[in-house]
């Protein structure tokens, strides 16, 4: 089969090439080989090229990305839907999930359409998406919703399996975000970033919620964000500040705070990474507010060490003066059930940068470096769906 690998640490114009590798072997116990459709783009994933394969020892090619969307074409157990082994009666080894989870405990056959992820075992193990074929556990694969169970072939299909590519990880992580800062109907929330495949999906769910967001993005990106606050399930509202107005984080906290008033957000979500913000956020974040970081823009170290002193810190040794915390999302059942269940509702619209060949996924990845992404960047890795 064909899939981008890489041997050495470097950014991905340098290490990965496009490699002829066996095919996985067949499915054991709770394992689902799936033909890979599309696979949606983590920004992050450059990051961890430069960092690993950090023991090189290991001596085997590595693979990149986590979010995937595709076909089972093999199958050995009867196998469940984001769960373990099915052994009809009683279920036995399946995780019991209610509410939304429920409708979504289907068994795994050849020919259902999926989405799904891998966990960051698979991904330390040297096991990625971007290839042909993948050997997963079921844990890590959902069946998309009956919609696309039935579609022919042609554009309707093709274009949700683009979108279930991209749905999950920025998704998942709006939802963590949100739960973490335990955000109500009526709060007000600043997204940084509000454009980037995570920031549009957090402007979404915030807005359907009730809540009052303020959406950090370019110019050019304005109208495109205030677009995610429009449509009849919408309670909210989305104002937007361009960024390009201002003097780097601190002038946009300046402006934050003269615009909507002091100490008036209930929580800040930089899905960009550039916690210099932080270092202002005192003056339009509330005492009680959290501000969730899920990026690098700084550099990794130079991150780490403002979540020091925003999450060990005392003040009075110059920790921060609100909560922080930094994100790196381990996705769960629970929380892909939400997200199908948003996206067939139609309550999530989701935004896709590009559909990129297979044989341009190191333009892709320039794409992914460039942090003017509007939206998720995927890449079309079978020719044909079946």
């Known amino acids: 089969m064909l899939a981008w690998t890489y041997t050495t640490r470097g950014p991905p114009r340098s290490v990965l090439h496009l490699t002829r590798t066996p095919s996985p072997a067949l ?5 689902v080989l799936l033909r890979i459709s599309h696979v949606g783009f983590n920004w992050g994933m450059g ?14 090619p590595w693979t990149p990305e986590l979010e995937y969307s595709g076909t089972v074409v093999g199958v050995r157990a009867r196998v469940s839907s984001g769960s373990g082994l099915d052994t009809g009666a009683g279920s036995v080894g399946v995780r019991e999930t209610a509410g939304a989870g429920n409708e979504l405990r289907e068994c795994l056959v050849v020919g259902t359409r999926v989405n799904g992820y891998l ?3 698979d991904i330390l193990s040297g096991k ?5 074929f993948l050997l997963v556990d079921a844990s890590c ?5 009956e919609r696309v169970q039935g579609l022919e072939q042609g554009e309707e299909l093709e274009r949700a399996m683009v979108e279930a590519a991209a749905l999950s990880g920025g998704a998942q992580t709006s939802l963590r975000m949100i739960d973490e800062a335990r955000v109500q109907r009526g709060d007000r929330v600043l997204v940084n970033g509000a454009s980037g495949s995570v920031g549009n999906m957090a402007v979404q769910i915030l807005a359907g919620m009730g809540c009052r967001v303020v959406g950090v993005c370019s110019g050019g990106n304005e109208g495109l964000v205030k677009s995610l606050g429009k449509g009849k399930w919408v309670e909210g509202e989305v104002e937007v500040v361009d960024y390009t107005k201002f003097e780097g984080a601190r002038g946009l906290a300046v402006e934050s705070e003269r615009r909507f008033g002091r100490e008036s957000f209930d929580a800040v979500f930089d899905c960009v990474g550039s916690p210099e913000l932080y270092d202002y956020c005192a003056g339009f974040l ?3 507010g959290l501000y969730a970081n899920i990026g690098a823009f700084e550099g990794i170290w130079r991150t780490y060490a403002w979540k020091v002193r925003g999450t060990w810190l005392p003040r009075w040794m110059g920790g921060g003066e609100r909560r922080f915390a930094m994100f790196n999302h381990v996705p769960t059942f629970e929380m892909q059930a939400k997200v199908l269940r948003l996206w067939e509702e139609g309550k999530v619209k989701v935004l896709v940068d590009g559909v ?8 892709a990845y320039d794409r992914t470096s460039t942090k003017r992404a509007r939206g998720k960047i995927v890449v079309k890795v079978q020719r044909d769906e079946v």
């Open 119 to 121: 966990l960051p075992r």
């Open 141 to 145: 694969v959902f069946a998309l919703p």
């Open 128 to 132: 990625g998406a971007l290839a042909e």
């Open 356 to 363: 990129w060949a297979m044989g341009n996924v190191l333009d």
């Open 27 to 31: 499915p054991k116990g709770t394992q």
């Open 286 to 288: 509330k005492t009680e």
């Open 47 to 60: 990051y961890m090229m430069r960092l690993i394969p950090a023991l090189p020892f290991l001596g085997r």
